[in-house]
């Protein structure tokens, strides 16, 4: 029986880093341009009932443009606690806010972050049929393990938690035996600013930058995605045989040697 492992990435890599940032604040102007920069990737959590409302947030005409090759997810109209609503108001916080940002983006928002990262067990199970796939928590588990639970996805690191020292500690894993590896890192835009501390961002992006293709950086539901489509791979009883349902490419190490196995198809040893 040929071993069949589930540890690559696209590209058959081994890496890949995230980013989620929440609130919608002006500030995200800046970030954006630096993960640009730096070829990086983040994802957007917004508060649609807050954009355009003040000097400090986000106007609506300006989302599609600024976000262009980054994602755009939920994170309720008004920045609610969740697990303090009825049923009711809580589907209406997010499929409202749903509702008002696929205005502004080319694709349906699939993913979300809690506001004040809060979920009870009544609010993940409610996500779901609101049309929502991933949701991050408020906490950190300072790990490069991948989510057991999409709808809790707890990230690695706030950015202001020994980002550079974990970033270090991310890449030093390389040297390990080969299986999936992911840097998450959360926070918001204002942090950077009120802080002062914007070169720590452009440190973290330089030092990635340099890595080159070995590290895949992708949105949140980039990761989602693929995880999803790599768990529902099906393989035959004797190694020889692996189908790919899904709508997308998905790679896998087989008998050694990465392989892409194509949408659809069937690949056989």
């Known amino acids: 029986m040929s071993p069949i492992r589930f540890s690559l ?7 890949a880093v995230t980013l989620s940032y929440d609130d919608g604040q002006i500030h995200d102007r800046k970030m954006v341009a630096i993960l640009n920069r730096h070829g990086l990737k983040g994802t957007f959590h917004l508060n649609s009932g807050t954009l355009g409302g003040g000097s400090e947030h986000l106007a609506p005409g300006e989302i599609a443009a600024l976000f262009e090759g980054h994602e755009v997810s939920a994170h309720t109209v008004t920045h609610p606690h969740l697990d303090g609503l009825p049923d ?15 205005q502004w983006v080319p694709y349906p928002v699939r993913g979300m972050s809690y506001p004040y990262g809060t979920v009870n067990g009544r609010v993940a199970q409610l996500l779901p049929r609101l049309g929502i796939e991933y949701c991050r928590v408020g906490t950190s588990h300072g790990r490069f393990h991948l989510p ?11 950015h202001n938690h020994d980002l550079l020292a974990k970033t270090e500690a991310f890449l030093a894993t390389r040297a390990l035996e080969p299986r999936l590896r992911l840097l ?5 835009s204002f942090e950077f600013h009120r802080e002062d501390n914007w070169d720590l961002l452009e440190r973290f992006g330089a030092r ?14 980039d990761i989602a995605d ?11 009883v004797d190694g020889r045989r692996v189908q790919n ?25």
């Open 184 to 188: 998450y890192v959360w926070g918001h």
């Open 148 to 158: 057991e639970d999409l709808l809790r996805w707890e990230p690695t690191c706030h």
């Open 88 to 102: 009711e108001q809580l589907i209406l916080e997010v499929l409202d806010d749903r509702r008002a940002l696929e």
């Open 9 to 15: 990435f696209p590209g058959g890599r081994t890496h």
């Open 226 to 236: 693929y995880l999803q489509c790599l768990r529902r791979l099906r393989a035959t």
């Open 245 to 269: 349902p899904s709508h997308r490419p998905v790679w896998i190490e087989w008998a050694g040697a990465a392989r892409e196995i194509a949408p659809g198809a069937v690949a056989s040893l």
């Open 208 to 221: 990635l930058a340099g890595e080159g293709a070995s590290i895949w950086f992708a949105t949140n539901f």
